[in-house]
């Protein structure tokens, strides 16, 4: 997979696309496998900062994405 | 009259909380430093604290999800997981939890996971500054913020109370508290704004913390688990509780009260209003 669609893929706020959701891609660019184990192979230089910023910014952005609470 | 609440699923996973811990080890500590306090972490504490009152929890107890966490300091040896997955309750928990592809979170787990992303950022950068965990900057931010945060996270565990069954999350809830004690000294302390604090804001959380305290003995002398354990030798019957049972909550609240600095002036406005005057009386 290319670093450019990771992202690409990471930044995407489509309504269909919660965040938590990006967890999972987010963990297998981190830890460098997938769910399964398998081996992902990512070119993806300083990735750890990349990705605080994208967490904190996302999660601070994040406006409910759908879930809706009954107070 | 029925509200609607719209909630940020991610920000109250504690999934998501603990793969942020997991980010923030591996990551340099001044970059990730940098990049916390430009996009303002302490607001998206209290921003999720504030969520997280609002939520209304699962009364599930397993929280961990299914990804191992290599190097966890966290698992203690009473920690609540492993001990859940041999008791029936346990099994259909982790059934439930299989089915549903979703992890059962219980608040006291979750408010777990995010104290500890704080009590990480306050060790890691503590000992540079040499003040301990309140100095980190961070977590600093306005008094008013501090207070919320204690506040809020205080009335959280209030309320997780119920959920409190193993020791083991007792002492991660408890914990937490002094980490976000840690964030409310920073805010406080130094601060040139500390005249605009008012009394609700600063004096809140203590007396949040009181009311927390009281439900935590009755928890207590309710538990049949914890009647056994040391805490209630029976000679010390009739002797003021306060003097018999040192916990890890008596001594936060101790050092609420009595900590050195702004807290100081806090604290002689306690004495002449005798808040510890209702311990006394059991």
Not at chain 2, 37 to 46: A, C, E, S
Not at chain 2, 219 to 226: A, G, L, M, N, S
Request: aromatic share 8%; charged share 25%; with cysteine.
């Amino acid at each position: 997979m290319k670093t450019t669609d990771l992202t690409k893929q990471l930044r995407s706020r489509d309504s269909g696309q919660s965040l938590l959701s990006l967890l999972d891609l987010a963990e297998q660019v981190l830890y460098g496998t997938s769910k399964d184990g398998r081996i992902v192979n990512v070119h993806f230089p300083k990735k750890e900062e990349w990705l605080v910023e994208w967490a904190v910014q996302r999660l601070k952005e994040e406006e409910g994405d759908g879930g809706v609470e009954y107070v | 009259m029925l509200i609607l609440c719209v909630v940020g699923r991610a920000r109250l996973s504690g999934r998501f909380w603990s793969f942020l811990l997991e980010l923030l080890k591996k990551t340099d500590r001044a970059v990730a430093a940098r990049c916390l306090r430009k996009h303002g972490f302490l607001q998206l504490v209290g921003m999720t604290m504030g969520e997280c009152q609002k939520k209304d929890w699962a009364k599930g107890k397993l929280w961990r999800d299914g990804r191992d966490r290599d190097g966890d300091v966290e698992m203690e040896e009473g920690s609540s997981a492993t001990e859940l997955g041999s008791s029936p309750e346990g099994d259909v928990l982790q059934r439930q939890q299989s089915r549903s592809g979703e992890t059962v979170e219980s608040i006291c787990g979750f408010l777990g996971d995010v104290a500890s992303v704080v009590e990480y950022l306050q060790e890691s950068t503590s000992g540079a500054t040499g003040f301990g965990g309140s100095a980190v900057s961070v977590l600093r931010g306005p008094p008013e913020l501090g207070g919320q945060i204690l506040g809020v996270y205080l009335d959280n565990i209030h309320r997780g109370l119920g959920d409190l069954n193993e020791e083991g999350e007792l002492n991660r809830a408890t914990r937490g508290i002094e980490a976000m004690i840690g964030i409310w000294k920073g805010c406080v302390y130094g601060s040139a704004d500390l005249k605009k604090v008012t009394w609700h804001d600063s004096i809140g959380p203590q007396l949040i913390l009181i009311k927390f305290w009281e439900r935590l003995l009755q928890f207590f002398r309710k538990h049949v688990y914890f009647q056994h354990a040391k805490f209630f030798p029976a000679k010390l019957r009739g002797v003021p509780i306060s003097y018999c049972w040192r916990s890890r909550s008596q001594i936060i609240y101790s050092r609420l009260l009595f900590s050195p600095g702004p807290t100081r002036r806090f604290q002689e406005q306690n004495r002449r209003l005798g808040p510890r005057s209702h311990l006394q009386r059991k």
